[in-house]
């Protein structure tokens, strides 16, 4: 068929693209068979303007019917988004990612600067590279971090900088801030942070070393992944701060602790191991 224009969660339109579909159920692990029938199927029920959510449900509705595993592995972006209300569960998320990049990090540090103490999400170190980063969660998917962010958070960061810099050891050391949203940065927020040298982390920013690519390459998926959990499962979770699947597939004792039967609690464990154990090189 001709060309098809989708309708955004954010109220736009753009032509399909099923290389998209394709590239993002590869990444979830799907064989090429799986891939080609579920292209199939989805481009029978295209029609100019259907939603982008409609088609990623029907993706992920037909994905699950093949692998819990491979599902979990591409609602990646909806599990993001369910680590809300509040903004904690994913700077523990961000600040775990970056551990597994090689940084050494911390949670929730209040950070003396050169005028004002701030109150800093996680604060990064590797190597001569010291960061303050500031995680900005969104619920709704058609939200943007706007220029004001950066322009907020590099100003906190030149005041802590310019105390980091007087610190013993800190002398030839570089310094740096970084944002990190769930969700994107609207264009003028790309061009301040390469303008001004404030590193920024979407979902598909920078290109190729997004939030997506990152997770995939350490394997760090959240219990929201899980298709085996109810909404108010996943909340109990994160309440608990058990946020990574990677801590259910090594600790089995977590959820003997939920008081689910071992019925229920085995699926739980299987799907959290599977997804944590992923290896896009030999799962295929």
């Known amino acids: 068929m001709g060309s098809v224009n989708v309708t955004k969660a954010s109220g736009g339109t753009e032509p399909y693209d099923e290389s998209k579909l394709r590239q993002s159920l590869a990444g979830a692990g799907a064989d090429q068979e799986i891939i080609d029938r579920i292209a199939d199927t989805v481009d029978q029920m295209l029609y100019d303007g259907i939603s982008t959510q409609k088609l990623y449900r029907e993706a992920f509705r037909l994905l699950k019917q093949h692998s819990n595993r491979f599902a979990g592995r591409y609602k990646l972006k909806e599990a993001l988004f369910e680590l ?3 903004g904690y569960p994913f700077e523990k998320f961000t600040a775990e990612l970056l551990k597994r990049l090689g940084y050494t990090t911390e949670v929730g540090q209040i950070i003396e600067g050169n005028c004002v103490s701030h109150e800093v999400d996680v604060v990064a170190e590797k190597g001569d590279d010291f ?7 969104h619920n709704r998917k058609d939200h943007k971090c706007n220029v004001q962010v950066p ?3 590099q100003s906190r960061f030149e ?3 310019r105390k980091w810099s007087r610190k013993p050891g800190h002398k030839g050391k570089n310094h740096h801030g970084w944002v990190v949203t769930n969700t994107r ?3 003028d927020a790309q061009q301040y942070g390469k303008c001004i040298g404030l590193n920024l982390l979407s979902w598909d920013y920078p ?4 939030l997506k690519d990152l997770i995939s390459r350490v394997n760090l998926h959240p219990v929201t992944c899980l298709s085996t959990l109810s909404s108010d499962e996943k909340k109990k979770f994160l309440e608990q701060d058990i946020i990574f699947c990677q801590q259910l597939a090594e600790d089995k004792s977590v ?11 085995g699926n739980i464990y299987r799907e959290a191991k599977a997804i944590a154990t992923f290896n896009n090189k030999t799962d295929k």
Request: charged letters at 30%.
């Open 255 to 265: 959820l003997d602790e939920m008081g689910w039967d071992s019925r229920k609690s």
């Open 185 to 187: 940065f609207t264009n």
């Open 159 to 161: 005041d802590v900088k």
């Open 84 to 86: 809300g209300p509040t």
């Open 131 to 137: 960061f303050i980063v500031e995680c900005k969660f």
């Open 207 to 210: 290109e190729n070393k997004g």
């Open 151 to 153: 322009l907020y958070i």
